[in-house]
């Protein structure tokens, strides 16, 4: 009777560790939106506060058999931005490593670290517009809702210049909140 109640919780071990695996290697698609709080205002004494939608799709690197897992998420997005009475528009994508660590069945924890190319049309004495890079640095927390369908929140740091290109080149930083539906690719 021992062997038997072993066996079957190690059978039911084997099964919860390869439903975590799961969760943590697998490939999706998704949508989000993030939200940009001024980190200082601008010399014009407006606020540089984008609204970012996009998609993402993250691909695992590797197969893992721990809690731990790194991937690459591509981010295409269009920003929002209402500046001086007028809605400005910003465009690029983003890639990102992204380290997981899975902290419980269903939950993860990622630290993520992109960068990518964009173009912003605002204008001001700190930054030209025109082609800039988006470097980001985040927090995510991703859950598993059902089947195969998984919600996540961010919080992070943006720095948004165009590398000494063009004049001025102060770049503008924002602390980006954020959300994300996304789907498994079986």
Known sequence: MRFLSFFILFAF?????AQKETFLNQKYWGVFVQYGIAYKE???QQLYQPVLIGAVYHLPLYQSKTAFNVG?????????VRYNAKIKVEFGANVQFDANLRIAEK?????????GPHFINVETRRQAKGFIFSDNFALAYRTLL???????ITAGWRHISNAGLMQPNGGIDNIMLGLEFAKWIE
């Open 13 to 17: 071990a084997i099964q919860l560790q």
């Open 42 to 44: 601008l010399p014009e």
């Open 72 to 80: 690459m998420n591509i981010m295409p997005q269009i920003g929002l």
């Open 107 to 115: 939950h993860i924890l990622s630290l993520r670290a992109g960068a």
């Open 146 to 152: 059902k089947d195969t369908q998984q919600l996540g």
